[in-house]
């Protein structure tokens, strides 16, 4: 009975081509890489790895316990202050991942008296964390200032949390941020920045509320993850004093979940300090970014990924074949996660790759397109 249940949920996807499968990759694979996240090239840095090494020798192989129990070590602190520092915000919380880090915060503000809006490209978990949160949920319009305008002028909750991305994980284009801080100021909201893209790519690696000078003000938020550029795992809210310590009384995903494993801490630590002893190196992920947009004639894109549209989710898993065949490895985005129904190549720029490899890349890339389509 249950594998009949099973079976036909199956069908009902192989028949629309979007079985997913899991690939496992080898640790000594030779293949270029533009699926993965690592978008500073640092996950193998030598001392990104060392200090991860040195803190499973210090603090052991897990945190041992939920964070308000044995799960916070002095390695937490630092990391939480030298990104709050490096943010330009006053307070961070790490959460074990930045999945945890979005449904923590906005359930920690959720509530019937809070009204949430969302932007409809929003990454699945603030979509998740919206069906937790026991709030009225307005999706609004992707970027579109005027209707989140009009939602929160029109609302009778006392508190609104307005939630986007910097960069937009799927499309890599922008949020309004500077508009989107007016508006929500404007009316008694708070907005809440999604930075899982922007850290370490944007406004020279600070983020892109930074660079947009909102970073510090009471009223804007910022969620960050620490697996993508950061080269580790984990999520941070940043934002006032008042609000870490109400995520610390009120947040459900950080109270009952086991703390940040020490050695990641100590991963995105290093990471940080690499990349601010080269603040360079955000510009070689733009430059990648440009060279792969410009050979698969799309827009370039302001974030790390760019995204290529293909005829449909058939076309995309075999132009990836293709691709891994030749010795390049690509992402795909297929529905359900393409906020438009439109199947995409992934790629993801990184700092590490070396001009030839980027130019073979290309090639490749453009040529399992061109078989495909
Ligand atoms: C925009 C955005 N937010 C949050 C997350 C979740 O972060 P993590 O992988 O650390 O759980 C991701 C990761 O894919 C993301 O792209």
Known sequence: MFEDWLALKAAALEARGLTRRLNARAADGDLIDLAGNDYLGLARDPR????????VRTWGTGSTA????????????ELESALAAYAGQESALAFSSGYLANLGVVT????????LVSDEHVHASLVDACRLARSRVEVVPHNDVDTVEKVLAERNEPHAVVMTESVFSVLSDEAPLLELAAVAGAHNAVLLV????????????????????????DHVIVTMT???????????????????????????????????????????????QVLQADPDRPAAIHAATAQLAAACEVPPASGPVVSVPMPGPRETVRAAELCLRNGVRVGSFRPPSVPDGISRLRLTAHAGLSAADLDHACGVIVDAIGAVS
């Open 66 to 77: 939920s964070r308000l129990v044995t799960g916070t070590t002095e390695l937490h602190e």
């Open 226 to 272: 620490l697996s993508k550029a950061m080269a580790s795992q984990g999520g941070v809210v940043l934002g006032p004093s008042v609000l870490r310590d109400h995520l610390i009384n009120r947040s459900r995903p950080f109270i009952y979940d086991t703390g940040l494993n020490p050695a990641a801490c100590a991963a995105a630590l290093a990471a940080l």
């Open 108 to 115: 920690a503000l959720g509530g019937p008296g809070t009204l």
């Open 48 to 55: 990104v790895v060392a200090a991860a090494a040195d803190a």
């Open 194 to 217: 999604d930075e899982a893209h922007g850290l370490g790519v944007t406004g020279g690696g600070h983020g892109s509320v930074h660079a947009s000078g909102l970073a510090g003000l």
